[in-house]
């Protein structure tokens, strides 16, 4: 058994050396800052807190509440809302509490298709699926990348959900929401977002913010543009108290028992970090993204939504089929230490086999990349998709680019902390 425990140590850290030398670009993952990993691996992490602050279950918890009503008010700070539960586990997690507060088995919901960019908790197989509820798709408008508004209010008439769920896995331009809410009230549906992709962007004032146009809730996951840890979040924007009850009543004890309490503190540091540093990490974080696809774009890559700027997130979307299909780029750009994921796009039929590739700009970003290197990460793209440069050559230019950022951006300690991915398992043998 020893030899097995060195033999995970060892891999991991033959993943961490990969990611030191790599450019990460998948759009839902980010780095997580030293203060807050330290939590990670506090005495928190061995402890139990089922219940709210002051309503526990367990004795022992009078620093756990101390530090969770810390991270409430961050929360509501950072968001400028009147609740939140920072007691899911997840993003999926958060999902399930809404779907448990406000929709019964049976009843229909809104939601986008999965090749039109949702997330697969939205999904009959997933959140959906557990819960009973049964998805109506909107209608949707793929030259803008977002939902087409005037058949959608005519599906909405149609069948009547009973709520609405806004937000994207591939999350380019901000949703319709003031557009189609006179439709949702004349339907009486309740407006929920899920905002774990562009959490960040609207906390830096960089996306809409939807708790101000309408939704009842926010939910989200905290480690994509909120470069927290892997948790999940509730937000509201109400004054009837019954809304919060049956929020809080669906994290728990409807989808949570425990809810990690080192990572409940470690989104406290990363809320703090946010409302320190998050609006400028927010505007690179889009500036970002938007000359990726531009640079992309002038080398001939089918970036879609030229024709609107590309994107006002730290997502884009580029249609791979003539450099043979997402699986096969985002496989070929892995070997050469680009990091990205193939994904559906509007019109694809398998999700196994795609026509695209999404790239986000969340973690380059947060080590000090700027557009400069956007156009160097492009150039490698064209060298290894178009051009047909060995894999070696662009894997080696990759890391050259790479080793140029081993500073961590927009945290605390000087705004910028020591870039390592061996913090918790040692750097490996030469």
Request: proline content about 6%.
């Given at each position: 058994?020893?030899?097995?425990?060195?033999?995970?140590?060892?891999?991991?850290?033959?993943?961490?050396?990969?990611?030191?030398?790599?450019?990460?670009?998948?759009?839902?993952?980010?780095?997580?800052?030293?203060?807050?990993?330290?939590?990670?691996?506090?005495?928190?992490?061995?402890?139990?807190?089922?219940?709210?602050?002051?309503?526990?279950?367990?004795?022992?918890?009078?620093?756990?509440?101390?530090?969770?009503?810390?991270?409430?008010?961050?929360?509501?700070?950072?968001?400028?809302?009147?609740?939140?539960?920072?007691?899911?586990?997840?993003?999926?997690?958060?999902?399930?509490?809404?779907?448990?507060?406000?929709?019964?088995?049976?009843?229909?919901?809104?939601?986008?298709?999965?090749?039109?960019?949702?997330?697969?908790?939205?999904?009959?197989?997933?959140?959906?699926?557990?819960?009973?509820?049964?998805?109506?798709?909107?209608?949707?408008?793929?030259?803008?990348?977002?939902?087409?508004?005037?058949?959608?209010?005519?599906?909405?008439?149609?069948?009547?959900?009973?709520?609405?769920?806004?937000?994207?896995?591939?999350?380019?331009?901000?949703?319709?929401?003031?557009?189609?809410?006179?439709?949702?009230?004349?339907?009486?549906?309740?407006?929920?977002?899920?905002?774990?992709?562009?959490?960040?962007?609207?906390?830096?004032?960089?996306?809409?913010?939807?708790?101000?146009?309408?939704?009842?809730?926010?939910?989200?996951?905290?480690?994509?543009?909120?470069p927290g840890p892997q948790h999940g979040i509730l937000l509201g924007q109400t004054s009837d108290p019954e809304v919060a009850k049956r929020?809080?009543?669906?994290?728990?004890?409807?989808?949570?028992?425990?809810?990690?309490?080192?990572?409940?503190?470690?989104?406290?540091?990363?809320?703090?970090?946010?409302?320190?540093?998050?609006?400028?990490?927010?505007?690179?974080?889009?500036?970002?993204?938007?000359?990726?696809?531009?640079?992309?774009?002038?080398?001939?890559?089918?970036?879609?939504?030229?024709?609107?700027?590309?994107?006002?997130?730290?997502?884009?979307?580029?249609?791979?089929?003539?450099?043979?299909?997402?699986?096969?780029?985002?496989?070929?750009?892995?070997?050469?230490?680009?990091?990205?994921?193939?994904?559906?796009?509007?019109?694809?039929?398998?999700?196994?086999?795609?026509?695209?590739?999404?790239?986000?700009?969340?973690?380059?970003?947060?080590?000090?990349?700027?557009?400069?290197?956007?156009?160097?990460?492009?150039?490698?793209?064209?060298?290894?998709?178009?051009?047909?440069?060995?894999?070696?050559?662009?894997?080696?230019?990759?890391?050259?680019?790479?080793?140029?950022?081993?500073?961590?951006?927009?945290?605390?300690?000087?705004?910028?902390?020591?870039?390592?991915?061996?913090?918790?398992?040692?750097?490996?043998?030469?």
């Amino acid at each position: 058994m020893a030899q097995t425990v060195s033999r995970i140590r060892t891999i991991v850290q033959a993943h961490s050396a990969r990611f030191e030398r790599a450019i990460p670009l998948i759009a839902s993952e980010n780095l997580l800052s030293p203060y807050a990993k330290e939590l990670l691996i506090s005495d928190l992490h061995s402890r139990y807190a089922e219940g709210l602050p002051g309503e526990r279950y367990y004795e022992g918890n009078e620093q756990v509440d101390e530090v969770e009503n810390l991270c409430l008010d961050l929360a509501r700070r950072l968001f400028r809302c009147s609740f939140a539960d920072v007691r899911p586990t997840s993003g999926t997690v958060a999902n399930l509490a809404v779907l448990k507060a406000f929709a019964e088995p049976g009843d229909l919901v809104g939601t986008s298709r999965l090749a039109d960019g949702a997330h697969i908790s939205s999904a009959s197989f997933g959140a959906f699926g557990l819960r009973g509820v049964k998805p109506v798709y909107y209608a949707w408008d793929p030259e803008q990348m977002t939902i087409d508004v005037p058949r959608t209010r005519e599906i909405l008439r149609a069948v009547r959900p009973k709520l609405c769920l806004f937000g994207l896995s591939l999350f380019l331009f901000p949703m319709p929401i003031e557009e189609l809410r006179p439709t949702l009230e004349e339907i009486g549906a309740r407006a929920w977002y899920d905002g774990a992709h562009v959490l960040g962007l609207i906390a830096g004032g960089e996306f809409q913010d939807p708790l101000h146009e309408g939704c009842t809730v926010l939910s989200a996951s905290t480690h994509k543009t909120l470069p927290g840890p892997q948790h999940g979040i509730l937000l509201g924007q109400t004054s009837d108290p019954e809304v919060a009850k049956r929020l809080q009543s669906g994290a728990f004890p409807g989808v949570t028992s425990n809810h990690h309490l080192h990572a409940m503190a470690a989104l406290a540091v990363s809320l703090a970090e946010h409302l320190e540093f998050g609006r400028e990490y927010a505007h690179r974080t889009v500036e970002n993204a938007r000359a990726l696809a531009q640079a992309l774009h002038d080398r001939g890559f089918d970036v879609l939504a030229a024709n609107l700027g590309f994107t006002r997130s730290h997502t884009l979307a580029v249609r791979v089929e003539k450099e043979g299909g997402g699986e096969e780029a985002a496989r070929r750009l892995a070997a050469a230490g680009i990091i990205a994921n193939k994904n559906l796009l509007p019109g694809d039929k398998s999700p196994k086999h795609p026509g695209g590739v999404r790239l986000g700009t969340p973690e380059v970003t947060r080590v000090g990349m700027g557009p400069k290197e956007m156009e160097r990460i492009a150039e490698l793209f064209d060298r290894l998709l178009h051009q047909h440069r060995p894999v070696e050559e662009v894997a080696a230019a990759a890391a050259e680019l790479k080793s140029g950022f081993t500073t961590m951006k927009y945290c605390f300690a000087a705004g910028e902390a020591a870039y390592r991915y061996y913090d918790l398992v040692g750097r490996p043998p030469a």
